[in-house]
């Protein structure tokens, strides 16, 4: 058994209504969470960073437990392609806020449940205000400079951060907590990888039902930190493979020497992420040594209509191609690009594209190394072209 981290003092000014009582009944009967247990989860207040394919099953099964206070922080609208594994949304809400839609729906499975709204991005800025009022963290990002800010805040602010990721068919979880004696996310990954080295969903796929999964261990270890049942994963992560339904558990430690949460941290307030994790985040070319140029849908749609010359090469697979493509395009997938570089004209722009950026960026360095010189990379691939430049293509 843990200890709850739930305020005793809020936790004397919750009572159960008679509606409680019927609701959660089938929690009443347990004896590791009875009326004590249910009245902890009413006063638990649990910040969900992201409503998509984690948060969606995290947050409604936080909210049929009983949770008294959801905070969601997501500013996306829900499109089509969310709907295959984010089932807080509908065919209905395709187009609209999330957060509205995730609201509407929390509602309807308990409307006893206070969902908070923050509509803007996670930030350096605003991240240490957010979690503040919260007793738990659950981080639902899809994106490194995210993760590591989630992590550094709650270091700071001492708050559990529920950690989870997916990926094609794998997915982990684990809870980083210094303060209730593991290691925090820095521990496990003191440097992100180089960009475009791990793939988002968007580019490399996921299963629907592995986020269900590993959302709702995510969901399961903040009930245990409030309730304070069980063993939790701090200074545990769990592994899952669906493709062979294992799981399997890495014992984890924390490093004396985090820059974080080590002996003698360096890192005392929330840094520039993007930075950290080498995120280009200008729309404007970018001429420095070691990063690749971005050129835009915009100005790409520009050089089409002036005519100008420039060699546009498509890195993603035949499969994707099949589906979309720009005209004119050359498709040379990622993992023949080397091997067919004779291929590629020496003279000229050259453009790489691919999904959504990442694959391209990859490319684009490689072709660098190469010794092709003015090579670009297209900012948000066809993903953004479809969005912006032309809507009556399909998006995948």
């Given amino acids: 058994m843990s200890e709850s981290i739930i305020d005793e003092k809020r936790l004397s000014q919750v009572a159960l209504s008679s509606d409680d009582l019927a609701r959660y009944s089938r929690h009443l009967l347990l004896p590791e969470l009875q009326a004590d247990g249910q009245r902890r989860l009413k006063a638990a207040r649990v910040l969900c960073i992201g409503a998509g394919g984690l948060g969606s099953p995290a947050a409604l099964y936080l909210a049929a437990a009983g949770v008294g206070t959801i905070g969601l922080v997501e500013f996306d609208c829900v499109d089509l392609s969310n709907l295959q594994r984010q089932i807080l949304y509908g065919t209905g809400d395709v187009g609209g806020q999330k957060l509205e839609a995730a609201r509407k729906r929390i509602h309807d ?3 006893n449940v206070d969902v908070v709204p ?3 991005r996670f930030t350096s800025e605003n991240a240490e205000c957010v979690v503040s009022s919260y007793d738990v963290i659950i981080d639902g990002s899809d ?7 989630s992590n550094d805040v709650c270091v700071f602010a001492r708050k559990p951060n529920i950690y989870g990721s997916v990926f094609r068919f794998e997915g982990q979880a684990s809870v980083f907590a210094p303060h209730l004696g593991g290691p925090c996310y820095r ?3 003191p440097e992100p990888p180089p960009p475009g080295a791990a793939p988002s969903c968007a580019e490399a796929g996921v299963l629907g039902v592995l986020p269900g999964i590993i959302g709702l261990l995510q969901a399961t270890e903040a009930l245990k930190l409030i309730i304070g049942a069980g063993e939790t994963l701090v200074g545990r992560l769990m592994h899952f493979d669906a493709l062979k339904m294992k799981f399997r558990e890495f014992n984890l430690r924390r490093d004396p020497e985090c820059p974080v949460c080590g002996d003698h941290p360096t890192i005392v307030a929330p840094i520039d992420y993007e930075q950290f994790c080498g995120v280009q985040v200008s729309d404007d070319f970018v001429e420095a040594d070691h990063e690749v140029p971005l050129l835009s849908v915009q100005e790409l749609k520009q050089k089409m209509d002036a005519r100008e010359s420039f060699t546009l090469i498509d890195v993603r697979e035949p499969w994707e191609y099949e589906i979309v493509q720009i005209d004119g395009s050359r498709l040379i997938p990622l993992g023949e690009l080397e091997e067919r570089l004779n291929e590629v ?4 722009i050259i453009i790489v594209q691919c999904h959504s950026g990442g694959r391209s960026e990859v490319g ?3 072709l660098q190394q190469a010794g092709f010189a003015n090579v670009y990379n297209l900012e948000g691939g066809i993903e953004a072209w479809s ?3 032309d809507p009556t293509l399909p998006r995948y």
């Fill in 109 to 111: 499975l308990n409307p």
């Fill in 118 to 120: 923050h509509g803007e």
């Fill in 143 to 149: 994106n490194f400079p995210t993760r590591y800010l």
């Fill in 187 to 189: 521990c496990l990954f």
């Fill in 345 to 348: 004209p020496r003279t000229g």
């Fill in 364 to 366: 684009a360095r490689l």
């Fill in 387 to 389: 969005r912006d430049i």
